[in-house]
């Protein structure tokens, strides 16, 4: 046999495994499918059969298909034979024969599009588990559940070695073999993956639903033995005598707990309490050192707080008070800033009206600014500074290179062209720092440039 063709061969055959991993991670559709659609009986069996076979007739056929419109023509056309030499029924189901055909086949002739990429993976994992909530509670669904339960936890190991995989080589950049690595880091990625995959298969076999249990019953207990009522003397009845003068009964006083009950009581409570401060501090510290962002600066500055030292009364000298400032500025500021947007929907083009404040209107002037220089023909160029791109709009002007646009440009700036920077000057102070320019500077800009 050729090379070539052996080698076309075997990817052949890996990508449509591919293709059988991608199918499994849609296998509740596909059940659900069978369940509500397909009569009960060996069509099932012919449908699954035959979506496999499509599948490997599509990895076959990509190389002599390039072109999207043929692959998909082809994979219509292979659709419509399925559904027409097997279903002799119901127009729904030859509907779908053909519609899964097609999909099959087209999934086999572009499965090498999608060979490095592990996104279906992640929504497949999504499937699983949102078909775990469900198919338990549905009566006809019921009996699919431990085969689903059982090709979850495969496609879960699978998905984590695919994955696994595909880091270590694009993290060595290494080619489709197997990743470079040193002896030690592979040997410590393969103990992580096969504890990964031993506990994965201990909570498909129940150990997961045993272990939960008993840390319920467990949890019960201790809190049941936290809060038990403490053990007291037993009232003594006293005999009855003759009845020869009945006295009415007064009921004995129940005595107080010992010394010893009221010790043990608080000993439980404290021990109780220390455990769980115990557990608390435990958690914090391995999120302190294992997570970050949001929860490590949460951490440092609850420790900052618990570090603060006290001012030092004694002293004298000068201390810096920190006080916290609240603007109803700033806030309505925000609110402003929030407010503008929403009022501008539904308008086709702004208006000097609807500017907010003066920051709003150096902006706007700006950006009139620069539609009339685009008006009168002038491209700018990309990563160039508002200030850069006027300079250079000045030498555009000046050397005449749009001819007929550039004159028009000319007699319409004439000599209000060098004013110009002016208004890109406030656009950076602005834009830049919090500066809020008067009503008067912004007013005398715009008569000057008559935007």
Known sequence: MNSDTS??????????????????LCLPLWIMVSVYLLPA????????????LFSFVGVMLRRYLQVMWKRLGAAILLGLLFGILVVNGSWIMLVWFCFSGAFCALQGMTASARLHDHRLYGWGIILYLVSS?????????????????????????LTLFITN??????????????????????RHNRIYMAVIVIVAALLAAGAGKWISSTLWRLVKAVVGWLTRESPVEPVQVPEEEAP???EPFLPQEVSSPGLLSEILNIMAYVIGA?????????????????????WRKSIDSLLGLLRRRGRDESSTSYHDEEKN???????SKRLRDIRIPFTRIGRSNERWEDMGDNKERVRYLYRRLVRSELGVGYEPT??????????????????????????????????????????VNLYYRVRYGEERPDDAEIAAIRDKLKL
């Open 7 to 24: 080698v076309y061969i075997n990817r052949s055959f890996r990508l449509w495994l591919s293709c059988l991993m991608e199918i499994s």
């Open 41 to 52: 009986g060996p069509i099932n069996i012919i449908w699954i059969s035959g979506l496999l």
């Open 133 to 157: 909530i469900f198919f338990p509670r549905i009566e006809v669904l019921q009996i699919w559940w431990p085969l689903l339960t059982w090709t979850g936890v495969a496609t879960l190991v």
């Open 165 to 186: 995989v595909g880091h270590l080589r694009s993290s060595t950049l290494s080619d489709e073999t197997t990743p470079n690595l040193p002896e030690g880091l592979r």
């Open 244 to 246: 020869s003068v009945m």
């Open 274 to 294: 220390l455990i769980v401060a115990g557990l608390v501090a435990l958690l914090v510290y391995w999120l302190y050192k294992n997570v970050g962002g949001f």
């Open 325 to 331: 400032i609240f603007s109803w500025e700033s806030v």
């Open 382 to 423: 990309p990563g160039l500074t508002p200030l850069e791109q006027e300079r250079e709009f000045k030498k555009w002007l000046d050397h005449g290179e749009a001819g007929e646009a550039s004159t028009q440009a000319k007699a319409k700036r004439g000599k209000v062209r060098p004013s110009t920077e002016p208004l």
